[in-house]
């Protein structure tokens, strides 16, 4: 009789490209007796769903994460939030050490100035908002809906804001909203930053593919680009690059247990 692989189930925490991505690989090749769950926080109303299980809505803390992988017999999970998405990561990585879960952040890589960018590196939003002003007047804010209150207070400064889903108060009151989801094309960007004579960029420092071209529409109208920093990945908790190199990990625990 052929014996059975022992049960196993991933979780991967998702909200993005990579996260999706990562349950493709693993749906493309299934490992018998694995299961994949991608939990998404909710934020976005018709999210794209990956192949596997999914879950949507917070976990009520790292406890709450700690006991739903407790009762979920989660073998491992991949961290594949947004790089801005701190508490999740902070809390994964508290619930996989009190479950004795192994935990991987998957990170997609930053992204490097080219010649000609002029930007400026600061480490919060609050910082951005304190430091606009002496760049420009007419801003086009990339930040995210829920970032928008960090700018509410900035009178004399015009901003097109630009997020997936309709942003709600405090929003800076000369506030023109776009609501699109990338990924965007350089052409479309060019015409954005010429069309509302937009004089400095705002953005994270959030890296892929899908939102670059407004960085090389900025280099080409030689307007400044605020860029708020990555918050660190939580101590302790081993990264990988790609959800090629997430997967390999994967594999490579499968071997080990
Ligand atoms: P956050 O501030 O780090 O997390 C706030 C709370 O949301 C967490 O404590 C957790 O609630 C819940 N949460 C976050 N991600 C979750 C997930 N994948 N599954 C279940 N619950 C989750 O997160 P955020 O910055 O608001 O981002 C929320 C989601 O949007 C993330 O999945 C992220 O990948 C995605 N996203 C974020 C950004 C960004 O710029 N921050 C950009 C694009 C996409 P509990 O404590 O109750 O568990």
Redesign the pocket.
């Known amino acids: 009789m052929a014996a059975h692989p022992t049960p196993r189930h991933v979780l991967i925490?998702?909200?993005?490209t990579e996260?999706r991505r990562l349950a493709e690989l693993l749906a493309a090749e299934p490992e018998p007796g694995l299961t994949v769950t991608t939990?998404?926080?909710?934020?976005?109303t018709n999210p794209v769903l990956p192949p596997g299980a999914s879950r949507i809505?917070?976990?009520?803390?790292p406890q709450?994460?700690a006991t739903w992988l407790h009762t979920h017999a989660v073998d491992a999970v991949v961290d594949a939030?947004?790089p801005?998405?701190?508490?999740?990561?902070f809390?994964a990585a508290t619930a996989c050490a009190t479950a004795g879960v192994p935990l991987l952040a998957l990170r997609r890589p930053a992204w490097t100035p080219a010649p000609g960018d002029d930007w400026h590196h600061v480490p919060t939003l609050a910082a951005a908002a304190a430091a606009l002003p002496a760049l420009g007047s007419r801003a086009f804010l990339t930040?995210?809906r829920?970032?928008l209150a960090a700018f509410a207070h900035l009178d004399g400064t015009w901003f097109l804001a630009r997020s997936v889903d309709a942003p709600t108060a405090p929003l800076p009151w000369q506030t023109h909203v776009l609501l699109a989801r990338g990924p965007f094309t350089l052409d479309g960007e060019r015409e954005l930053i010429r069309e509302h004579r937009i004089d400095v960029l705002v953005t994270?420092a959030?890296g892929g593919s899908a939102t670059a071209p407004k960085l090389a529409a900025a280099r080409e109208a030689g307007i400044p680009v605020l860029v708020v920093d990555r918050p660190p990945v939580p101590r302790g908790v081993p990264a990988a690059v790609s959800p090629e190199a997430a997967a390999a990990w994967l594999r490579a625990r499968s071997q080990t247990t």
């Open positions: 925490l998702g909200g993005t996260a939990s998404l926080a909710g934020r976005v809505g917070g976990f009520g803390g709450g994460l939030t947004h801005f998405a701190e508490r999740m990561s809390n930040t995210g829920t970032d994270k959030s």
